[in-house]
């Protein structure tokens, strides 16, 4: 049991024998799309560096095994840069309803992990509406699923984008560029207080990623922000999935 719980041997066995084996499987299972040599190319030379490893290690050659950890987490790097580049031109296509209703269809064999990561996406970076996103996932995937998925999804990432502006602090502020909505998020909340952000969360006036980041710069407590947030988004994702007749 040691061998399996020892520091050293987590760091430079274990880890990058797990990332040949998530790049493998992930090869086959996010580039389905793609032409088959991805899938073999990527798959195969994870299977072929993590057979070296295992035998570098058990030859106990040292030297031997930080190369090819180097060559694992490289392979693992190209291999996350693919998907971005990937995901990223299939994301451009979310312009609209048509757009993420046409995207989900393509890809209903992992359309369920697609929609909640588009909507785990949607306050963090994507600059669609919420009730596009959540009405196209009901029309494809149902409203109970849809009601769900885009729930805990939205939910995690306004927590996630709250966070960050919490962490970024003025830093993230100055690279945002969106003072004009800002200043907006501040006038509302010095007029009305607090509880209007959970009417903002709710209804469209402000997009869910200014809310995010204006709670993260005015340093608002997360056990403040995050039970509006569990309310104002159970609200939405209930809305927009069952009665998308209503927007």
């Known amino acids: 049991m040691d061998f399996f719980i020892d520091k050293h041997t987590l760091k430079h066995l274990i880890i990058p024998l797990a990332l040949c084996f998530l ?4 090869a086959n299972l996010m580039l389905d799309s793609m032409p088959g040599s991805y899938h073999v190319l990527i798959s195969l030379g994870a299977l072929v560096l993590a057979g070296l490893k295992l035998w570098v290690w058990l030859k106990k050659w040292p030297r ?24 990223v ?9 048509y ?11 992992h359309a369920l992990w697609l929609f909640f990561f588009i909507c785990f996406l949607q306050p963090i970076a994507l600059p669609v509406p919420e009730p596009v996103t959540v009405m196209a996932g009901s029309a494809v995937l149902g409203p109970f699923n849809a009601f769900i998925i885009s729930y805990f999804g939205t939910v995690l990432g ?8 919490r962490l970024g602090g003025n830093r993230l502020k100055a690279q945002k560029g969106h003072s004009k909505g800002l200043d907006r998020y501040d006038h509302y ?6 509880w209007i952000l959970a009417v903002l ?9 200014i809310i995010c980041l204006g709670a993260g710069f005015s340093g608002m407590q ?8 569990l309310a104002s988004k159970l609200v939405t994702s209930y809305v927009l999935s069952y009665f998308p007749g209503l927007f």
């Not at 790049?23 to 992930?26: I, K, N, P, Q, Y």
């Not at 969360?201 to 990623?209: A, G, R, T, W």
Request: charged residues 10%; proline residues 4%.
């Open 201 to 209: 969360l709710i209804f469209p006036v402000l997009p869910d990623e």
């Open 99 to 109: 757009g993420f209703e046409y995207l989900l269809q393509q890809n209903m064999t």
């Open 64 to 87: 031997s095994s930080k190369v090819i950890n180097y060559l694992i987490y490289y392979l693992s790097g190209a291999f996350l840069a693919l998907i971005l580049i990937y995901s």
């Open 89 to 97: 031109t299939q994301l451009m296509i979310l312009t609209d309803y």
């Open 222 to 229: 997360a056990r403040r922000f995050v039970p509006l947030i």
């Open 158 to 165: 306004i927590i996630t984008m709250f966070l960050l502006a």
């Open 189 to 194: 909340l010095d007029k009305y207080g607090t």
């Open 23 to 26: 790049s493998a499987v992930f």
